[in-house]
Every structure is written in C-alpha cells, then in structure tokens.
C-alpha cells in the first residue's frame, strides 16, 4: 500500500477534537472513563459524541442502556447513512448496534479494521465539540487505523496504580508517540486508584497499589489528569445503563467532572498555542 494512501485522512466535517482513550492492559476502565467524560462534557453544554471501538467486546451499549436500539440508516447517493443513537445528550455509535450478540463473529484483523472506519466515515454526526473514542485494549489494527485515519486531538492514557497495567500502559503510549503518527498524549487517568468504605470516609485503602498514574504521566512528560477511586456505583452504574451522575455517591461523579475539566484545559492550551 501506498504511504500517502496509508495517511490519508478521513475528513470529519463538523467534528473539532476527537480525543481517544487507551490502554494496554484490558479491563482497567477505558470504557467507564470514555463514558464518564462524555457524560460530564456534555454536562458542560458542550456537543458530544462517543465512539465505541471495541470490536471484540463492545460495552457502550450495556452501559447506556441500549442493547436493543438500533441507529437509523438512511440510504444517500446510493451509500447508507447511519444517524448516531442519543442518550444522556450523547450522540453514541457502536459497532455493538451491529452485531447479534447470540452470533460470536471472528473479525480477522483488517476486517475490523475497516469496520471501525466505517463507523467515523459512515455516520452522520453532525457539529461535535468533542468526540470521544473508546479503543479496545492493546495496539491492534482497531488502533492503528484510527490513528492513521483521523485527525486526533489527542489521546488518554487510562491505567490503575500497579506495575503490571504500566508495562502495558507503555506500549500504549508508545503508539501515540510514535515518530510518523505523533498524537499528543493530553494526560493519564489513574482509575481504581483506592476503595473509601461508605462508613469511613476518611480512610484510603490502595488496593491495586500506589503512583503507577503519575510516574506515567512523568515518563510521557504528560499530566495525570485525574484519579478515580473504586467506587461501587460506578459499576452497578455502568451494569443497569444507568447515569452515574444521577447517583447520590458525589466522589466519582467530582472525579469524572475533573477530568472533564483537565481535558477541556488540555486542548483548549494546545489550540490557542
Ligand atoms: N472506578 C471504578 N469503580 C468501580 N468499578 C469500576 C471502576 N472503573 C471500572 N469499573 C468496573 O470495572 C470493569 C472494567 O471496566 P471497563 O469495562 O470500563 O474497562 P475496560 O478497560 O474498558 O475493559 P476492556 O479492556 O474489556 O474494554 C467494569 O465492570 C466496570 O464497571
Ligand atoms: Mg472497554
């Protein structure tokens, strides 16, 4: 394949900063991250959209509550449109809307990498202040053809505190900073940084360990934007699609508006430099 081929862009009309979040490591909270921050952007009166990447285990629409929707398609130009879902003020596309979950599909590297394209290129998204992605775990062709194919503002770094998620957490971003893709890593994300009992509010007990988010952020000479405690309702939440921000618990809700926060600062300091 040709290199120009290779780079060419996908022209996002309408979209102004698309900001992925990653991890090596599976399981550490790329998706309650990438919802939470969509959530509280979209909070903040800005226009927000979520990308679910995860072609191999896709959990937006768990975690929104939409198992059974599926986006409108509109044929155009003899090409199909797709029109995002919309939940919580979100516009949201998974490549979950597509698939029977009773079906288990093996999806060859390629493929689903064309797959996830279509979903950026196929889907009419309309003016979006913030996209934000969801990638799978790893740095698979889901990953690099994204990196490849859009024009990223930047991307988040999600890990928890111990050693073992950091080694994957660099090859992650390794990705990013790559020398012939270069996309800016705003920040890292420490989830599951501590568990607070509800009875001793005071009291951090550091279950996963302790820094691994920070000395990250060192190593990448990036921010650790926010650290997010294990908190039970962030994963009932996540469970029964329900909002996390219409929960009583305030602790994770402050971290997610933090992050919001850190993330808008991050980009909006990189435009007007
Ligand atoms: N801060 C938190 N407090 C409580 N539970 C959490 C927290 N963060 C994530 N979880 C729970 O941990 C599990 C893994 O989180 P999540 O699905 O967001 O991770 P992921 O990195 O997207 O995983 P995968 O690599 O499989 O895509 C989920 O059940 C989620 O609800
Ligand atoms: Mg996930």
Partial sequence: ????????????????????????????????????????????????????????????????????????VESSNGKDVMFPVEKFGIKIISIGFFLDRKQSLIWRGPMAANAVKQLFEDTQWG???YMIVDFPPGTSDIQLTTVQKLNLSGAIIVTTPQEIALNDARKASSMFTNPDLRVPILGVVENMSWFTPAKHPEEHYYLFGRGGGMKLANEYETRLLCQIPLVMEVGEAAEAGRNVFQQTDKVAVEAFEKLAGQVIEAIETRISN
Avoid: C, Q
């Avoid at 790329?30 to 995860?54: E, F, H, M, P, W």
């Fill in 1 to 72: 394949m040709e290199k120009n081929n290779l780079f060419e862009k996908i022209p996002m009309t309408g979209v102004k900063n698309i900001i992925v979040v990653a991890s090596g490591k599976g399981g550490v909270g790329k998706s309650t991250v990438a919802a939470n921050l969509a959530i509280a952007l979209a909070r903040n009166g800005l226009k927000t959209a979520l990308v679910d990447a995860d072609i191999f285990g896709p959990s937006i629409p768990v975690m929104f509550g939409l198992e059974e929707v599926r986006p409108r």
């Fill in 127 to 129: 003016e979006v202040d």
